[in-house]
């Protein structure tokens, strides 16, 4: 873990941990049914402050507490486009596996990357110390899939520029304006993360 992203992840861990006194709580408006209150939404009165946990404009943590639920929402590190479809992607390949991960939320709440949603059933059947540190481990290993993902994109645009500049002689390219080259190296790139999604 990196010193700068350290107190930051510490801070999202105690706000987390305080968030999490969750207790068994029947619906007021429903008979003989426990929803979570901060989904419902029904009575003002059971859910709490929500909460943000910043580290930038593009990176904070949002949590909805309750009086038996809590919401996490994440947003993810974005520094340009393509790493706005890579997060987009890897997003929605967890949440349509919502089911295996028990907590995880198909929808994310507006402006958020991945949505968490703990309940005082998950409280009472998990740890609530292992769910901090399984939101927390997501938030640490999620920017190195990223950036992995990021650096095959790269290797991948540059094997296919080297497939494509094979028949072609090296020197005549380079002896081109600097424009065109840009262009067609934009090209070659825009062509191989076509690639890259497709086959993710």
Request: net charge positive.
């Amino acid at each position: 873990m990196s010193q700068s992203l350290r107190p930051y992840l510490q801070c999202v861990r105690s706000s987390l941990t305080a968030a999490l006194a969750v207790s068994n709580f029947a619906s007021q408006t429903s008979e003989r049914h426990n929803v979570p209150e901060i989904e419902a939404a029904t009575s003002p009165e059971l859910l709490l402050n929500p909460l943000t946990v910043a580290r930038n404009e593009k990176e904070k943590v949002l949590i909805e507490p309750s009086v038996n639920s809590v919401r996490v929402s994440i947003r993810i590190k974005q520094a340009d486009e393509i790493e706005h479809i890579l997060v987009h992607k890897f997003t929605r390949f967890l949440t349509q596996r919502a089911e295996a991960f028990f907590i995880l939320r198909r929808k994310p709440v507006k402006g958020y990357d991945i949505s968490f949603l703990i309940t005082n059933f998950h409280t009472e059947a998990m740890l609530k110390h292992k769910l901090v540190d399984f939101i927390i481990e997501f938030m640490e290993e999620v920017d190195k899939e990223i950036s992995e993902m990021r650096l095959f994109l790269n290797a991948r645009a540059r094997f296919v520029a080297e497939s494509f500049l094979t028949p072609v002689c090296f020197h005549r390219l380079l002896s081109i304006p600097n424009s065109i080259q840009l262009i067609f190296f934009s090209t070659v790139r825009l062509v191989a993360f076509s690639l890259f999604v497709v086959g993710f």
